[in-house]
């Protein structure tokens, strides 16, 4: 599918990660596999910390906390807001959607509109293309779309495959209506349902729901440790999927877009690790200082939040001021591709806050 919305403009972006920091350091004697060849394999992925929420906090508590920051800020304000778009793959409960809950939480007015997407590493292209439509069917001025998950203090620490990988974090873009020609999104997505099992976390669902059987732990063909309750994924299968899908990918949505890839300032895409994303970058000819790999190393990848983390952490402030074009890009789970080319800039906020833990929603200061 590809489509461009005109009409519509990112405004600012806040990105939340809790303040709790596991390092790859502490975390190496609990794997079972050789010290020396752990320390390799990270060196080469680029793990160093990453950011895990504790278990009281919640995917709705770390987002709610994150629209608090922008209210206690100013950059937006409750009594304004008309809607709300919460993307994520975690949920505070099975029913009410987390959009429902964080409207509880914040006491937001009874007459915006609410929506949830389960989603994962292309969730915030997903979510951004739901909320542009929204505003550009002319109901809504403005959207907020919120990413945010947590859950990884549940993952195996035995398994090195995934556990210094996974990161918590929430995101809250605000999306407006715009007048500006120039203002407008493109995107482009692509799935391929048959290579799903390469990502997959087998129980938990009504396929196969928990149960004593699933939570048991066993050792996988790698020689990690994990159970049908932990999300496995195929490494190989899936860096494979990267280098051939995504370079025309990005050619698709720049044709989308009237533009050529050279006209692109930065390259702001989903953060698998470090390794995956420089190949990637050389692959497709494209500076590695202007395509992003270090939010694996600082914060841990977490799934459709780390375009936000990414954009708060790489450019900041000085989206403040500059305008430029950039290409969104994503991949996983699914197996799922998304991308998306827009001005980002002259933006109302860009900040990355911390999240104190503790299911803490209110911004003390």
């Not at 947590?150 to 210094?164: F, L, Q, V």
């Not at 699933?214 to 990267?242: I, W």
Request: with cysteine; hydrophobic share 35%.
């Amino acid at each position: 599918m590809k489509a461009t919305i005109h009409g519509v403009k990112i405004r600012g972006v806040c990105a939340t990660v809790p303040s709790h920091v596991s390092r790859f350091e502490d975390e190496l004697k609990h794997f079972p596999f050789p010290e020396k060849t752990s320390r390799r394999l990270g060196k080469v992925m680029g793990f160093r910390e990453h950011r895990i929420a504790d278990t009281r906090t919640t995917p709705c508590d770390l987002a709610s906390y994150t629209l608090n920051y922008l209210f206690h800020k100013g950059y937006l304000r409750k009594e304004d807001m008309q809607g709300l778009v919460v993307v994520s793959r975690t949920r505070d409960h099975p029913i009410p959607g987390n959009s429902k809950v964080i409207h509880g939480q914040l006491g937001l007015p009874r007459d915006m509109h609410c929506v949830d997407m389960y989603e994962n590493c292309t969730g915030f292209i997903s979510g951004l293309f739901a909320a542009c439509s929204m505003v550009a069917g002319g109901g809504l001025d403005s959207v907020v779309l919120l990413t945010t998950v947590t859950g990884s203090c549940y993952a195996n620490i035995k398994d090195r495959n995934t556990y210094p990988i996974g990161g918590d974090a929430a995101g809250a873009t605000l999306i407006t209506r715009s007048d500006d020609p120039e203002d407008k999104i493109s995107f482009v997505f692509h799935h391929d349902g048959s290579r799903r099992e390469v990502l997959m976390t087998p129980a938990g669902g009504m396929r196969m729901p928990y149960s004593g059987e699933t939570a048991k732990v066993f050792k996988d063909k790698a020689g990690n440790y994990r159970s049908l309750n932990h999300m496995y994924m195929d490494g190989t299968a899936v860096f494979q999927f990267v280098m051939e899908e995504v370079p025309p990918l990005v050619e698709e949505v720049c044709d989308v877009a009237g533009i050529q890839q050279k006209d692109i300032q930065y390259h702001i895409t989903h953060q698998p690790n470090r390794f995956m994303l420089e190949k990637l970058a050389d692959l497709m000819g494209v500076s590695r200082d202007i395509l992003f790999n270090n939010i694996v190393e600082n914060f841990g990848n977490s799934s459709c939040s780390t375009i936000p983390v990414n954009i708060a952490f790489n450019l900041g402030k000085r989206l403040l001021g500059e305008n430029p074009l950039v290409c969104f890009s994503a991949f996983g789970a699914g197996l799922s591709l998304a991308a998306g080319v827009c001005r980002l800039g002259n933006l109302r906020f860009c900040d990355l806050i911390e999240h104190p833990g503790n299911a803490v929603i209110e911004y003390a200061g």
